[in-house]
């Protein structure tokens, strides 16, 4: 399911919510712009993976936009054997579907101070705290990734069903 949503809301889509964004905050697209030249020393310098690592803000403004407008809508899991509900009686019983909603859980204050707004700057901290979450990094043959599905930010979902287009979607 994730996969068709995925193909359907294509990185070409993302690009444009990006664009309409930055448009909205010209202060923004000025400081990117600055970033680059600051960081790979012109704008005719060749813009390569490693480069796109180096530019901060840049990915911010992806992490941004992906967590305002994500690719795809839910990420379903099957359970397994029976799974307790912390803090409740409540007991999902095997062979029963969970959804997750990345829209959902992208725009709640709880995890996201005014997620309404659309602001890179949020995450100047975020990623490194999610990045060193004392969670050990698992490799499931598409890059480290994080083991822990605790992240509210799922856009290209969690745990060993994660998208594996992630890496390809930040360039």
């Known amino acids: 399911m994730a996969l068709l949503m995925a193909g359907q809301h294509s990185s070409s889509v993302a690009s444009s919510w990006v664009m309409l964004h930055l448009a909205a905050e010209p202060d923004i697209m000025e400081e990117l712009f600055q970033e680059q030249l600051r960081l790979l020393g012109s704008t005719s310098a060749p813009l390569t993976y490693e480069a796109l690592q180096k530019l901060s803000l840049n990915t911010h403004c992806v992490l941004e936009t992906l967590r305002l407008h994500p690719s795809i809508h839910s990420v379903m899991r099957k359970v397994k054997r029976p799974l307790p509900i912390q803090g409740t009686d409540l007991v999902v019983p095997a062979s029963h579907i969970l959804l997750a909603a990345p829209g959902f859980l992208s725009v709640c204050s709880e ?4 997620p309404e707004k659309w602001n890179p700057y949020r995450w100047n901290d975020r990623v490194d705290v999610e990045k060193n979450n004392d969670k ?12 822990s599905a605790a992240s509210p930010f799922i856009p290209f979902g969690a745990g060993r069903h994660r998208c594996i287009g992630e890496q390809f979607a930040y360039v």
Do not use: L, N, R
Request: net charge negative; no cysteine; proline share 12%.
């Open 136 to 147: 050990p990094e698992v490799d499931y043959g598409f890059g480290m990734i994080s083991a």
């Open 111 to 114: 995890h996201f101070p005014d």
